[in-house]
């Protein structure tokens, strides 16, 4: 029968439907068509975007032309903005009563392109490349803790139109909120009130109840742990969790991003092997501004195939729907044979069940 | 510049990304590819579907045959079973640790068939139809108030398959939770302070708002108030609410459901006019088990549009940005034409902007 698992930090419920189980070849990922060519992204297009922020690139070349890796340019459609002369309670249409609060939408947008090439991945990327973009990120992310009226720094990133990328040449955007936003907050008094009860990072415990269990381990290496999580939302549901107590992402270390990036490139080669290259959004959780160094909170970074809808149920309840056990998710993603999936595939759903 | 919103009830933001403004012409809604045919919802196929639990039908002809207009059956694949041997912490896979709770997934998932015809829709019914198919949910929302360890009951429909239908026959579901759902326990509670503060219940006080300012309002008729809520998550989001105070939707009158009728079809065939027939969640929320008759809450209808995509930034932060601004989104529905939409939409912008 299906059954209720309760999230341990935020204590929000999912389903795992088991009436409707679902193993890899039941979410049939139609490989979107690329358009492919060039983009405002790639290399010999730098004066299609604004003016780059900052880039990773070869002694000698100018800002804004080619011999850039990795470069960071302002999104041109933000969705907050850097400066502007709004006021709360009125920006947009003047209103001010009390049922209505509004807040000018100050605060940062800025796109990370991860490789010169449009048709780059992830998953196809060299090892040095996907460690220099997790070094892009910590740079930005640090200097973005220095801006003024910044509560919060949201790293993300599309993958796939599904999943909302609007643009096919790999990037990752950053958000930077005016607020501590809801599901930070709601994790924060989560952890908070775990640590109180126990004087122990909730996150921390978790960890180690997943390496003692070990049926929800994607993969490990010295400085990470890659699981599914008990109350998995999404089917191949998978989070990174840095072993070492950390709150904040700005306080990862060299040696840590290098396994960082080591992990991140395993674990989409396993889903991308696993799912034939699904859309997802990978989702960075991190302490807000002036948190970094906070004993119950602990950043991590989720990965969220969209291989299902939230719909009607779960916009109404909260509650949602997922037809695939992390425990049965975890077992394919650590099984994965990119050469041969669909033969490995057989085996092992005749294993589980 | 763009605007952070604060939703009154729940105090969760959104951002309206004025610079990134949409008109209805900017989603471009590709008519999904209807299998049509013969489905096992469809009059004449019956024995496809588990026996009925209830329907309203011919005299004289028997369950489980054609002569039905609106028809109620088990979900075959229920995201909730009704009986179930399971225990708490353990159902799934045996875990019992304080770190992970579980419990049973026992509630119901029925399927209510709105009409005989697979090709019809909320739209295209005739008013009395649209009228039957809510006395239906008034019915199944009354009987299950009823059934043992039944705290909350989501009536909710999938329109298009991007809004998450997986049959194209014209149908709402309903399940029924053992727990209280959390964004329901999010609106008690927000509704619950308010009360306490102002001695009033927050969504009657939104209703008069909404009528006094007007420049939010979709539709109005006896009984109900349809709107474009100030902190709208999606394009075109519209709410639609009773007039009178009523916390359960049980607590319905006949006449009252007639009047429900006529403003919910006038609103889809609003939405459809003017956005070419979206993909649309549209959710009921109304009090928990045992509580129709609270002070504090007010039952409602919110038909969310499809059109925008959740992404990293929103599953990472819980604040959706919506491109669309509510007062835009209604002056398009109050002023569509059905029979002219395209050429109404051009002056409609240009009156807006």
Chains 1, 2 share one sequence.
């Not at 975007?49 to 933000?78: H, M, Q």
């Not at 993958?159 to 909120?177: C, M, N, V």
């Not at 890659?226 to 270390?253: M, V």
Request: proline share 8%.
């Amino acid at each position: 029968m299906p059954e209720l698992r309760q999230e341990p930090i935020t204590n929000n419920w999912v389903i795992i439907a088991t009436e409707r189980s679902k193993r890899p070849s039941d979410f049939p990922v139609q490989q979107e068509k690329r358009k492919g060519g060039k983009c405002p992204f790639c290399e010999g297009n730098e004066g299609k975007t604004p003016p780059e922020i900052v880039s990773y690139r070869e002694g000698g070349t100018k800002a804004d032309t080619p011999g850039w890796w990795v470069r960071v340019v302002p999104n041109l459609f933000p969705a907050l903005s850097k400066t502007g002369n709004g006021v709360g309670n009125g920006g947009l249409d003047g209103e001010s009563v009390d049922l209505f609060v509004t807040k000018p939408g100050i605060g940062d947008h800025e796109v990370l392109v991860e490789s010169p090439d449009h048709n780059s991945s992830l998953d196809t990327h060299t090892p040095k490349q996907v460690i220099e973009i997790f070094y892009m990120w910590r740079d930005r992310y640090q200097a973005l803790l220095n801006e003024k009226s910044i509560k919060y720094i949201q790293i993300f990133k599309n993958e796939g139109a599904i999943a909302g990328a609007s643009l096919e040449h790999p990037h990752s955007q950053l958000i930077a909120t005016p607020l501590i936003p809801p599901v930070v907050s709601e994790e924060l008094n989560g952890a908070q009130e775990y640590y109180q009860q126990q004087g122990k990072c909730i996150y921390c415990e978790m960890i180690k109840h997943e390496k003692e269990d070990s049926r929800r381990i994607v993969a490990d290496n010295q400085d990470f742990l890659a699981f599914c999580p008990f109350a998995s939302r999404f089917p191949f549901e998978t989070w990174i969790i840095p072993k070492e107590h950390q709150a904040g992402f700005d306080l990862i270390n060299d040696s840590q991003l290098e396994n960082m990036g080591a992990i991140v490139q395993e674990v989409t080669r396993r889903i991308n092997g696993s799912l034939n290259g699904p859309p997802y959004n990978m989702v960075l959780h991190s302490a807000p501004v002036g948190n970094s160094d906070a004993a119950q909170y602990h950043w991590h970074l989720e990965i969220l195939p969209r291989l299902t809808i939230v719909a009607g149920f779960e916009w109404g309840t909260g509650i949602i729907i997922n037809p695939t056990p992390p425990e049965s998710a975890a077992i394919y993603l650590r099984e994965t044979n990119t050469d041969n999936s669909q033969e490995k595939e057989r085996t092992l759903w005749q294993q589980v069940h």
